[in-house]
């Protein structure tokens, strides 16, 4: 493939850019070679500078659940945008996502917006710690919760994919407050909470985890959380920032039956724009200024722009549930066609589905937690990687990502996306 412009604008952003990108997963650091630059997308591909097409399999990393350039997102957006960009002081949009958001998540009784899910996260664990008056926070290693202090201690994601997951930067006085404990393992964090009996203020979660690659809650878990989290005052804070909107019209939360006190989100409820908000009971929601004491606060918080796309995404999904199945066969698809090219080639790599979210990890390893995603062949992950790039199969650049599907993936893209797999096993 001729990337030659992505190379050139690839050049000129390391000049300007740390690392030449503004995120540091996009990098291709584990996984070799130069990023593509992307220049427009439509439905299930993505078209870089040179004009090559790509099957998408990241979707901006989830918002794009209905595929690229959806007409009624871009109208929203159209019309949103000619009324002002910004107001900077309330505006219609802002009531009338809260209002959606609260109705199709019902644990969420009232909801802050912000602009990312990482101020989204790290509002919800400052607010848990005004509201319980505790300082220590606990978290799973190899869940990621965005770029917050707190947080890149054992983090998964790019932190995990750099080798970084604990950052320099984080002062020893932030890290002493983040306990931590396997994701899955319920005995631990019994332990970890009794060795700092009414210190832990609350226990942050991916209910499914997302950033080791897909990971599920084995049976129990996220039941056991919750009644550990009664037993000794620790609100629960579910991070749906991934699987909000993506697993069910009421998140992971809705699919496993388990209500957390509060609930970060972001991705889908931005469709695109940037967008994360945190929302939960209205007692603890109450807490926060101006109507509490906990301040969080920004400039372009509830954007007109952003609020208007988010709106227009989120009552398509909350208007078509049937999209979820249509979600969920589609995955299926890809899992079984690879599970039969694994059985031709007597092969037996981990694959974890939920929904339309999915990982192939190449370990023979059942993976349930950090641990057990680290013994994955991350140099074969990166070989095949780069083979899909050349063959027009944009996947994540990380084996510790998960692949999100979108509703414009067909069935062409599938058999495409099976058979690029086929074929590397063929030539390797
Ligand atoms: P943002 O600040 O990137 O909007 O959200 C942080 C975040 C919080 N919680 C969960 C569960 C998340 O998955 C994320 C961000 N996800 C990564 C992808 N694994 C963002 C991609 C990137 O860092 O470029």
């Known amino acids: 493939m001729n990337i030659a412009t992505s190379k050139e604008l690839f050049e000129r952003a390391k000049d300007y850019i740390p690392g030449g990108v503004n995120s540091p997963v996009r990098a291709f650091k584990a996984v070799g070679g130069d990023p593509i630059f992307f220049a427009k997308a439509e439905g299930a591909y993505m078209y870089d500078e040179d004009g090559n097409a790509y099957i998408d399999l990241i979707n901006s990393w989830g918002p794009m659940i209905l595929g690229h350039a959806n007409r009624g997102i871009e109208e929203a957006i159209f019309k949103a945008v000619i009324g002002s960009p910004s107001f900077g002081a309330p505006s219609r949009m802002e009531v009338e996502l809260a209002e959606l958001i609260t109705e199709m998540v019902p644990s969420i009784e009232k909801v802050r917006m912000v602009n990312s899910g990482t101020e989204a ?17 606990l978290k799973f290693e190899g869940c990621y919760h965005g770029h917050g202090d707190s947080f890149l ?131 603890i929601m109450d807490f926060v200024s101006p109507q509490g004491p906990v301040y969080q606060a920004g400039t372009l918080s509830g954007n007109p722009v952003a609020m208007a796309a988010g709106y227009a995404q989120l009552s398509y999904l909350n208007d078509h549930p049937e999209v979820y199945e249509k979600l969920e066969k589609t995955t299926l698809k890809i899992m079984d066609g690879y ?33 057990t995603a680290k013994t994955c062949d991350t140099d074969l992950f990166g070989k095949y990687f780069r083979y899909n790039l050349d063959n027009g199969v944009y996947l994540p650049p990380s084996q510790f990502e998960t692949w999100f599907i979108s509703t414009c993936i067909g069935g062409d893209e599938v058999n495409k996306i099976i058979s690029t797999f086929e074929d590397f096993l063929n030539q390797s």
């Not at 996260?121 to 926070?137: C, E, H, N, Q, Y």
């Not at 997302?210 to 804070?237: A, H, K, T, W, Y």
């Not at 998140?251 to 039956?257: I, P, R, T, Y």
């Not at 339309?356 to 937690?369: A, C, N, Y």
């Open 339 to 371: 599970k039969k090219v694994l059985k031709k080639h007597k092969l037996n790599y981990t694959m974890n589905q939920i929904g339309s979210m999915i990982s192939l990890f190449f370990t023979d390893q059942k993976v349930i937690d950090f641990e």
């Open 121 to 137: 996260t790290m509002s919800a664990i400052r607010l848990a710690r005004g509201f319980t008056k505790r300082d220590k926070v």
């Open 153 to 283: 201690i054992a983090a998964g994601s790019g932190a995990m994919t750099m080798g970084t997951p604990n950052s320099p930067g984080v002062t020893e006085g932030t890290a002493k407050d983040t306990l931590l404990a396997p994701f899955n393992d319920l005995e631990k964090v019994r332990e970890v909470v009794a060795s700092n009996k009414d210190q832990v203020a609350a226990i942050i979660v991916e209910p499914v985890a997302g950033n080791m690659g897909c990971v599920l809650p084995e049976p129990g878990f996220l039941e056991g959380l919750r009644s550990i989290c009664d037993g000794e005052g620790i609100l629960l804070i579910f991070d749906e920032v991934m699987t909000g909107f993506r697993l069910s019209s009421g998140g992971a939360q809705e699919v496993f039956g388990v209500r957390p006190d509060l609930t970060t989100l972001g991705k889908i409820i931005g469709a695109g724009m940037p967008v994360g908000a945190y929302g939960g009971r209205k007692d």
